[in-house]
């Protein structure tokens, strides 16, 4: 999260993106990870460019790093890895 600004509700096109979530009892800041991953996974050209201006960079790849492998399609991975700049040796990829 940008620590300069308060946190704005969920958009309406960012929700339909968190379909499993309950809406009325999300936290933008604790269920941040999931909102990350649902949105880089599922998200749309709006709600991408809301995730980046709602939390920091940083926030957005450790994310990837922790949980990409686990939660990200291959496709959204490898797109995310390469434009975040992660290398693919700093993905923590232990499964369940």
């Not at 096109?13 to 009325?24: E, G, H, T, Y």
């Not at 800041?29 to 809301?50: C, E, F, H, P």
């Not at 995310?80 to 499964?95: A, F, G, M």
Request: charged share 25%; glycine share 4%; aromatic share 12%.
């Amino acid at each position: 999260m940008w620590y300069n600004q308060a946190m704005q509700p969920l958009p309406k096109n960012v929700q339909k993106f968190l379909w499993s979530a309950d809406l009325a009892k999300l936290d933008l800041d604790k269920s941040k990870t999931r909102i990350i991953l649902n949105v880089l996974n599922l998200g749309d050209w709006a709600a991408t460019g809301w995730l980046f201006s709602q939390y920091s960079r940083p926030d957005i790849i450790d994310a990837v790093i922790n949980y990409g492998a686990k939660e990200l399609s291959p496709k959204s991975l490898n797109y995310w890895r390469l434009l975040l700049n992660i290398r693919e040796k700093d993905l923590i990829v232990t499964r369940f």
